[in-house]
């Protein structure tokens, strides 16, 4: 491992464990004092908002990573590569906030609440403006930790001092929102710092080269909403705010133990890109031993989720939350299931050329759960939507898994390991 992907790799857990802890600190806080039902309301808005972060995003944060890691050392090539990602997200910006505004106006079940969908959409701001994926390219993530650690911690510093009670849920949610915006705004301006860039103004034929490179990657990530940030969403319209906030309370003490696997993830996509480009061998070598290694970690710890989950809810979120409990058991197994899925797909197929066929997989599963979601939901509620996103999970990682034994990849992996 080189001294430049150990340092990402260390900055990346900083930063996720500040991502993970920090909430740990505050949902808690959060779920005591506004109570399920405001809690789920939030967390709905969030769910809704996300597919706004999701536009603009566009898989910049895979193929822009990936196009910044390939161009590290051209500086006139990595400023055209910027300015085209940043008009491009800023312009889905505005068409996101133009398509917002409809829906509140148009939908009186959103527009009802419009002051918290408002402040919650500054979070997509705060995407937009936070060029995470440039970072990850130039693997200088050390950098933007502390900023981001900084900004988590004075959202939950205001939250303890503001946040009092149900009627207090404006000042959670635009806190929490803002905090992004600020975060962005600081990254942006530490960028001077960490490279050197030529900066020029993209043609049209460069808008339309940086959104064909991201387009499989956004059907991917569009495709990965449908079983994921989309479940809270529709558990919310067939149910009411309560349920929603049991689940959500559940989902967030999964994602942190998720989570756990992000850091090492985000830092080896690049670096594999950058050993593929060298040796076909090398790269697929060591992504035989990142599966080995993250397939051991993520089972442990999904293991241990599904042992202490109602230990977990009752001291991270008291006995009013115990219907949590039987929903992180269901979903305990997905750091295992998502961390072998991240190495057949994202590690393997976008860096070997199976980007149509990565694309493919999570449409399908995608459209699988939302045909699973609706009647189990309707069935047993925040259970039953649990239940669909583990089938739907299993069924990608299975998947993937035969496309890549179909392609002799596994094989590929075998000889690697050997030669090494």
């Not at 566009?58 to 055209?80: E, I, K, Q």
């Not at 803002?178 to 030529?198: E, F, N, P, T």
């Not at 339309?208 to 499989?216: Q, V």
């Not at 989720?305 to 939350?321: D, K, N, S, T």
């Amino acid at each position: 491992m080189t001294s430049r992907l150990r340092e990402n790799i260390t900055a990346l857990f900083v930063l996720k464990g500040a991502n993970a802890l920090l909430p740990l600190i505050l949902v808690p806080y959060l779920v005591r004092v506004l109570g399920p039902e405001k809690f789920g309301l939030i967390a709905f808005a969030q769910a809704f908002i996300q597919y706004f972060v999701l536009l603009t995003d566009y898989g910049f944060n895979l193929s822009a990573t990936r196009a910044a890691a390939v161009c590290r050392d051209d500086p006139g090539r990595l400023g055209l590569l910027f300015a085209s990602v940043m008009l491009i997200k800023l312009a889905f910006f505005a068409l996101g906030g133009l398509v917002l505004t409809a829906v509140l106006v148009l939908v009186p079940r959103f527009g009802a609440h419009w002051p918290l969908y408002a402040l919650i959409y500054l979070s997509v701001l705060g995407s937009v403006l936070f060029p995470v994926w440039l970072y990850q390219g130039l693997e200088r993530m050390r950098p933007i930790t502390a900023v981001t650690v900084v900004g988590r911690l004075l959202v939950v510093a205001g939250v303890l001092l503001w946040v009092h009670g149900p009627g207090d849920y404006l000042i959670a949610a635009g806190l929490q929102s803002g905090a992004s915006v600020v975060v962005g705004i600081l990254a942006l301006g530490l960028l001077r710092r960490v490279m050197r860039v030529h900066w020029s103004w993209p043609d049209l034929r460069q808008l339309r080269a940086t959104l064909a490179d991201g387009w499989h990657v956004f059907l991917s990530t569009a495709a990965i909403s449908l079983y994921t940030s989309s479940n809270v969403f529709i558990l919310g319209l067939l149910t009411n705010p309560v349920a929603v906030g049991y689940f959500s309370a559940a989902e967030k003490v999964v994602k942190a133990f998720q989570d756990a696997l992000g850091p090492v993830s985000q830092s080896v996509y690049p670096h594999i890109a950058g050993l593929g480009a060298g040796s076909r061998a090398a790269a697929l070598g060591f992504i035989r031993k990142l599966l080995r290694v993250q397939g051991l970690v993520t089972f442990a710890t999904s293991a241990l989720l599904f042992a202490a989950a109602g230990p977990i809810v009752r001291v991270v979120f008291g006995g009013q939350y115990e219907p949590s409990v039987v929903l992180i058991r269901w979903m305990a197994w997905l750091p295992f299931i998502i961390g072998l899925s991240n190495v057949f797909g994202i590690q393997t197929m976008l860096n070997f050329d199976m980007k149509r066929s990565f694309t493919r997989i999570l449409i399908a599963w995608g459209l699988w759960n939302l045909a699973l979601i609706v009647p189990l939901t309707l069935w047993r509620g925040g259970e039953g939507t649990a239940m669909s996103i583990l089938i739907t999970e299993i069924g990608v990682t299975v998947t993937m898994a035969a496309a890549l034994a179909r392609k002799g990849i596994f094989r590929e992996m075998a000889v690697a390991g050997q030669s090494r």
